[in-house]
């Protein structure tokens, strides 16, 4: 069980969520959705169809359009990357780009998963009661997403609705041939997005791919857009619509689709400074595992480990007769930071509550009557963090008019959360 929009499987697209203003202008606070297809370059028109490709054909030094050979060599000089097989960028349509979306959600998630991972969000306060979260996560990737690439089919795509290949083309393409170059050089599929129940360490191993996919756009945008160029990007992030329902979405969903390209540019940029490209290389073969070494790249560095947290898999059976466990996941400091911040807590106080997060484990419990109920099981740096989680996890259930109870343990590092009409059994259940 894991929130289908952080998770990015090996078999899955990896999306260009809207990294363009992040390249463009590295101190936005968040990237901009997805602008329109520029149509100020008519002279560069390409010629490739509209639909998903059966096979991949050709790709830089073939039948490739020129404009997109000459960025794939510089993209390689850039990253000290080469390519091993030839890729054609397909240039697809709105309309296209919704219809590729919804079957790779179909196809990518197992029977059940996303259900599952609704009702754990709502019971968690993070989702309205009447949304459906399919329809959620595909609406906003479809404003969102100007391109991206497929490691399974080994495709990529360029979104477009006039043809041409305009700056956002441009810098779109920058950004997901580095993808291919991961691909064909470290093995995404290497990077276990595929663990359904491990969305914080998938979340984590998207961060330092998405991160250095934008550090190679920035440096490639800084060498070859010109000040009319980027103005044209500012120009197609502006769509008023998209932004409306870029900010509309819920907070869980906005902020676990950012951080990949946000805060995992900042682990590259460190891994830079103290190694070039090598140390991000390494990376690869060394991938983060949490949200907390993305989040305090120091700790990424120093290989600090989350701490093993496992919830007790006869909890069901300890509520009694028609409990049974619709799942477990491991949340990780940056979602909990989220859970906290939107259950009334400050976002510098919900920051700082997440910030000594060791581990934890979650496990939604279905029962009777439709009843359900969540177990969280948390483990923490310091007692001193421990307590200071506690008291904000009891600030953020009063915050999300959620039934639920806060215990630390004796231990004192370790935190319990009940949520649920029968939080006061559940808690007991855990030994709090």
């Known amino acids: 069980m894991v929130p289908p929009f952080p998770r990015r499987r090996g078999r899955r697209v ?9 390249a463009a202008c590295t101190s936005t606070s968040l990237p901009s959705p997805s602008p329109e297809p520029a149509t100020a370059s008519p002279s560069r028109p390409t010629d490739e169809p509209t639909s998903v490709p059966g096979s991949s054909t050709p790709g830089p030094g073939g039948s490739v359009d020129p404009v997109y050979a000459a960025i794939a060599a510089q993209i390689e000089q850039i990253r000290g990357l080469h390519h091993t097989a030839d890729v054609t960028p397909v240039v697809i349509d709105k309309a296209t780009l919704r219809q590729n979306l919804e079957a790779d959600f179909d196809e990518s ?12 969000l709502k019971a968690l306060g993070l989702l309205p009661p009447d949304l459906k979260l399919r329809e959620e996560v595909i609406n906003l990737q479809a404003g969102q997403v100007v391109g991206y690439y497929s490691p399974k089919r080994d495709e990529l795509f360029v979104v477009s609705t006039a043809g041409g290949i305009g700056p956002t083309q441009r810098a779109t393409y920058a950004h997901e041939y580095t993808h291919q170059l991961q691909d064909q050089n470290f093995g995404l599929d290497k990077m276990d997005f595929d663990s359904t129940d491990q969305s914080d360490r998938s979340l984590a191993r998207l961060a330092l791919v998405e991160g250095d996919a934008v550090t190679a756009q920035t440096r490639w945008m800084q060498a070859n857009l010109t000040a009319e160029d980027l103005g044209q990007i500012f120009a197609d992030a502006s769509d008023p619509a998209v932004l409306q329902a870029l900010q509309g979405a819920p907070a869980i969903l906005r902020e676990t689709a950012f951080f990949p390209y946000q805060e995992g540019a900042i682990l590259v940029s460190t891994l830079m400074v103290r190694s070039g490209y090598k140390g991000v290389d390494d990376a690869f073969a060394s991938p983060p595992d949490s949200t907390e070494q993305i989040l305090h790249p120091e700790k990424y560095l120093q290989r600090e480990p989350p701490t093993a947290v496992t919830v007790p898999a006869d909890l069901p059976s300890k509520l009694g007769a028609g409990w049974s466990s619709g799942g477990t996941d491991t949340l990780g400091e940056l979602q909990l930071r ?57 600030t953020a259930l009063g915050g999300l008019k959620l039934t639920g109870l806060v215990s630390q343990a004796a231990g004192p590092t370790q935190v319990r959360v009940a949520i649920g009409s029968s939080a006061a059994d559940l808690l007991a259940a855990l030994g709090g």
């Open 109 to 120: 998630n197992q029977p059940g998963a996303v259900e599952a991972s609704e009702r754990l």
């Open 338 to 394: 989220i859970w906290l911040n939107e259950g009334g807590v400050s976002s510098s106080a919900a920051s700082r509550a997440a910030a000594g997060w060791g581990g934890d484990r979650v496990m939604l419990l279905d029962g009777p009557n439709g009843a359900t109920a969540v177990a969280l099981i948390t483990e923490w740096d310091t007692p001193a963090d421990a307590t200071e989680f506690a008291t904000a996890a009891k």
């Open 14 to 22: 990896l999306p260009l969520v809207a990294a363009l203003l992040l």
